[in-house]
């Protein structure tokens, strides 16, 4: 069964440093993708990444970056020089095969940012 | 480039009425989805559209909820009767054919009293 697992229900940052948000997933399928989403307080979800299983190259997208480990079945998430801003609800979602099946999601993690 | 438009943004009712929500997505999105997020947890998935045709509705409550996707573009997700623990934000989300990264619209928050 396919799953996505977000163990930390909280984080707490000081602006400008880094954060790691964890995510670990299960599926048997060896075509995957998987994203990131951030949902402020307002409650859009909003898209900020995504790597695909084959892709050889960890995705970057701005202050975002996402850590792939195959082997390890993880796809964290690192914000750099966070930002006030940043301060949401982060959730970890996968879609397996990529062939416009649903995305699957974590629980989520709370990051709050500091000044 | 308008964003997934979703109607009503808020909705309070009482146990056992009905209630309808609404969903635009993005022009040109074919598949559309319906997610429920209670609070506290993350979006799941109630059912998928591909153009007009269902993909998947295993785990819409069909008892209760129906959803209908006329001429291949907007939505309606409708509750009749609802329930106490119908009460969560409704989100609709689009993407394009193949499908990658969805677009969520705003959401419906859901109170059931």
């Known amino acids: 069964a396919q799953k996505i697992t977000q163990t930390q229900p909280g984080m707490f940052v000081q602006e400008k440093e880094a954060v790691t948000l964890d995510c670990t997933y299960d599926?048997?399928?060896?075509?995957?993708?998987l994203f990131w989403y951030k949902q402020p307080s307002s409650g859009e979800m909003i898209f900020l990444i995504y790597?695909?299983?084959?892709?050889?190259q960890n995705a970057t997208e701005g202050r975002y970056s996402l850590n792939f480990q195959k082997a390890r079945k993880s796809a964290n998430l690192v914000i750099s020089a966070s930002q006030l801003g940043d301060s949401a609800m982060y959730f970890c979602?996968?879609?397996?095969?990529?062939?416009?099946?649903?995305?699957?999601f974590g629980k989520g993690t709370t990051l709050s940012v500091s000044s | 480039e308008a964003g997934v438009a979703q109607s009503p943004r808020y909705k309070i009712i009482e146990k056992r009425q009905s209630v309808a929500f609404w969903c635009n997505p993005i022009?040109?999105?074919?598949?559309l989805y319906w997610y429920q997020q209670i609070l506290g947890q993350g979006p799941k998935l109630l059912i998928q559209?591909?153009?007009?045709?269902?993909?998947?509705d295993s785990q819409l409550p069909k008892d209760r909820f129906s959803a209908e996707r006329l001429k291949g573009v907007d939505s309606t997700l409708k509750i009749q009767p609802a329930k106490l623990e119908d009460s969560a934000v409704y989100l609709c989300?689009?993407?394009?054919?193949?499908?990658?990264?969805?677009?969520f619209g705003p959401g419906t928050r859901l109170t059931v009293l």
């Open positions: 989300a689009s993407s394009p054919p193949p499908g990658l990264a969805a677009f």
């Open positions: 599926t048997s399928d060896p075509s995957y993708g």
């Open positions: 790597q695909g299983s084959y892709d050889q």
């Open positions: 979602a996968m879609r397996v095969n990529q062939a416009g099946t649903a995305l699957i």
């Open positions: 022009s040109g999105h074919a598949t």
């Open positions: 559209f591909q153009n007009n045709g269902v993909v998947d």
